[in-house]
């Protein structure tokens, strides 16, 4: 062949190269966050303000939905601050609340206090030193909470089995050819704060309400 014939040649298999290194990057990044964020919630006792969103993002081990926020605003007390965002993890190890500020900066927290398997309790990495400011949450699909890997991948793999009662056959087919996700980690994670020290009990009191307000969206 001449050099005109391969230049060409060259040229389509180079791209044929960049594309299947792109797919394979594409294919190996986690999937985007089925779960939507509600605009609006209804909490009683407070006047919820959306203060705005910012877009969702894929990336190599976590993805996002957009990002919600909200002012809870109560009679006669300081307003909080509501951070919503689904998060999806490419693998099981990736879905516990601790990896999240990789992708959501927002979500770090300092001197993180668990309380059960549940919630999480701590502060902003500019709030200061032993106040209470922020509690930290990830609600399942199915509509519990967790924080650590452990306690998220159990309710999501007990999820996961419960799906396939009604009919496992099915079920299997459609997530061996694709239709339906064959592991989905994914939670919605929940940042409460308050903009001065607080107990964890009122903390936990509001995220009470935000909770039965997130089941009825």
Not at 33 to 52: C, D, H, K, M
Not at 94 to 119: H, I, M, N, T
Not at 168 to 182: A, E, F, H, Q
Request: glycine fraction near 8%; proline fraction near 11%.
């Amino acid at each position: 062949m001449t050099p005109k014939v391969y230049r060409p040649l060259l040229l389509v298999l180079a791209g044929l190269t960049a594309g299947a290194a792109l797919l394979k990057a594409v294919s190996l990044a986690a999937p985007l966050p089925e779960r939507q964020v509600p605009t609006a919630l209804n909490l009683p006792g407070y006047r919820v303000v959306p203060l705005g969103t910012s877009p969702g993002r894929r990336g190599r081990n976590l993805s996002h939905g957009p990002i919600r926020r909200f002012q809870l605003q109560p009679t006669g007390a300081p307003a909080l601050r509501l951070l919503l965002v689904p998060v999806r993890g490419r693998t099981s190890a990736d879905v516990q609340l601790a990896k999240f500020p990789a992708v959501v900066p927002e979500l770090a927290l300092s001197q993180r206090q668990l309380s059960g398997e549940a919630l999480a309790f701590g502060r902003g990495p500019a709030d200061p030193p032993g106040a209470i400011t922020r509690l930290q949450t990830c609600v399942t699909p199915g509509g519990s909470s967790g924080v650590t890997e452990q306690t998220l991948i159990r309710q999501l793999n007990l999820e996961r089995g419960a799906e396939l009662l009604p009919s496992p056959l099915i079920t299997k087919v459609k997530r061996l050819i694709g239709l339906i996700p064959n592991s989905r980690w994914e939670c919605l994670a929940v940042q409460l704060q308050s903009p001065t020290p607080s107990e964890p009990q009122q903390l936990e009191h509001v995220w009470k309400l935000v909770g039965s307000a997130l089941a009825r969206s």
